[in-house]
């Protein structure tokens, strides 16, 4: 079984919580969904709930479905690359944590900053993930570096 190592996530100043560390495996049981997303090419969908991401390959219903499982995950948005070969998925630490469908691997985490992210979306492109937060506040950023390339506020007369 493979093992998946996720950064530490600062929830607040003074308080820091240790992430899971993910454990991969396969099985059919969605549980609870939390958010569900298909690929641009319609191929696999992805189910989000507390503790996993179940990648299920449309074009062939009868293999078993893939799972990114880490134990209190908790995906609030997951969003998959215009190629689908990467997915995004924003979690409750407030980080979002790049895998690359075909290893399940962990490419890297966006630690978010304090605000609460609310939900991402990648660029048509392929090269950026854009962050909305429930403070008006949007930030894009590098999908391949994990670099912050800006962040931006939206309301009104500010």
């Known amino acids: 079984m493979s093992h998946i190592q996720i950064s530490k996530s600062q929830l607040e100043e003074k308080q820091i919580e240790e992430k899971p560390t993910p454990k991969i495996k396969e099985t059919k049981q969605f549980e609870q969904i939390l958010k569900i997303e298909l690929a641009n090419d319609g191929s696999k969908i992805a189910v989000g709930n507390h503790e996993r991401i179940v990648i299920v390959d449309l074009q062939n219903l009868e293999n078993e479905a893939i799972v990114i499982s880490v134990e209190g995950l908790k995906v609030k948005s997951l969003t998959w690359s215009p190629d689908a070969t990467m997915i995004a998925s924003l979690d409750k630490y407030n980080t979002i944590t790049i895998w690359d469908v075909a290893s399940l691997k962990c ?42 390339l800006g962040t931006f506020n939206h309301g009104e007369g500010e």
């Open 107 to 148: 490419l890297h985490t966006l630690d978010l900053y304090e605000v609460r992210a609310f939900s991402i979306q990648w660029t048509l492109d392929g090269s950026k993930i854009v962050v909305g937060f429930i403070d008006k506040v949007i930030q894009l950023w590098d999908a391949l570096n994990g670099q912050c």
